[in-house]
C-alpha cells in the first residue's frame, strides 16, 4: 500500500514550456486535491476533484488545469510556464469531502527559470 | 471565503516545556479544524482534528481546542521533546459543503531546544 505518490520529485522548466505532474492513489479514495506550498504563505488550494471525471477550481486556479479520467489518477498541468509557478507542489486525497483526513504524496519542486 | 489566520510565526522552547500555537477562522459555517505536522523536506502529516461537536481533543501530549463562538482554535503540546521540532499548520474546511475544501494558516516553526 503505498498511500499517495507523486510524479516527478523535482522539475526545472524554462519559462513557457509545459508540463504535467501525476498523483496516484491506491486508497480507493473518491477526493483528490492540488496544494501549491510557497515560504509563509501555508498551502493553498490550485484545484480539486469529488470522484473520477469531476474537477473545480480551488483558491489559485490561474494557469493550471487538471483532470480525473481515473479515480486514483489526478493530473496537473502548466500549459505554459511561469516563474511565478516555482513552488512545491503537494497531491492529496481523502475517502469523502467535508471532515475526513487528507493524506499527501511527498510533493514536487518545480522551478521555472 | 475562509480566511485563517495562525500565530505565532515562530516559537522557541526549552525540552520539556508547553507550546502552544493559536489559529483564528472567518467562516461561521467551518466544522472541522485539522493540524498538520511538516518535517524540513517531507509531506505535511495530520497530527490531530477537531470536528465543531466537541471542545477539546487529547492525545498524549497532544490537545486541541475550540471556541466556535470566538472563532479561534489551538494546539497545545505538553513535554516537547526535540523531535516536536517542525512546521506546523491548522486548517479550516469551508462549511457548509463536502467537499474538504481546507484553508491553511501560515504556519509555525517550532524549535525545540535540548
Known amino acids: 500500500n503505498a498511500g499517495v505518490t507523486q510524479t516527478p520529485k523535482f522539475r526545472v522548466l524554462k519559462t513557457g514550456q509545459s508540463m504535467t505532474l501525476l498523483c496516484a492513489q491506491d486508497m480507493n479514495h473518491e477526493y483528490m486535491y492540488w496544494y501549491r506550498q510557497d515560504p509563509g504563505m501555508g498551502l493553498r488550494l490550485i484545484h480539486y476533484?469529488?470522484?473520477?471525471?469531476?474537477?473545480a477550481k480551488g483558491e489559485v486556479p490561474d494557469g493550471y488545469n487538471v483532470s480525473r479520467l481515473k479515480k486514483q489518477n489526478f493530473l496537473l498541468g502548466l500549459e505554459s510556464a511561469a516563474p511565478s509557478q516555482t513552488s512545491v507542489y503537494f497531491c492529496a486525497s481523502s475517502y469523502n469531502g467535508g471532515t475526513y483526513e487528507q493524506y499527501f504524496g511527498p510533493g514536487t519542486r518545480l522551478t521555472v527559470t | 471565503g475562509e480566511n485563517v489566520e495562525q500565530h505565532p510565526s515562530t516559537l522557541s522552547v526549552q525540552e520539556g516545556d508547553s507550546a502552544v500555537i493559536k489559529c483564528t477562522y472567518s467562516d461561521s459555517a467551518s466544522n472541522y479544524f485539522p493540524w498538520y505536522k511538516q518535517e524540513l523536506g517531507k509531506r505535511p502529516q495530520l497530527i490531530i482534528d477537531?470536528?465543531?461537536?466537541?471542545g477539546e481533543k487529547k492525545d498524549q501530549r497532544i490537545a486541541v481546542t475550540l471556541n466556535k463562538t470566538a472563532k479561534h482554535f489551538s494546539l497545545h503540546i505538553t513535554e516537547t521533546q526535540p523531535e516536536d521540532s517542525a512546521v506546523y499548520f491548522c486548517?479550516?474546511?469551508?462549511?457548509?459543503?463536502?467537499?474538504?475544501?481546507?484553508?491553511f494558516g501560515q504556519g509555525t516553526i517550532l524549535t525545540v531546544h535540548p
Open positions: 476533484s469529488v470522484g473520477e471525471g469531476t474537477t
Open positions: 486548517a479550516a474546511n469551508a462549511g457548509g459543503t463536502s467537499y474538504g475544501k481546507l484553508t
Open positions: 477537531i470536528r465543531s461537536n466537541v
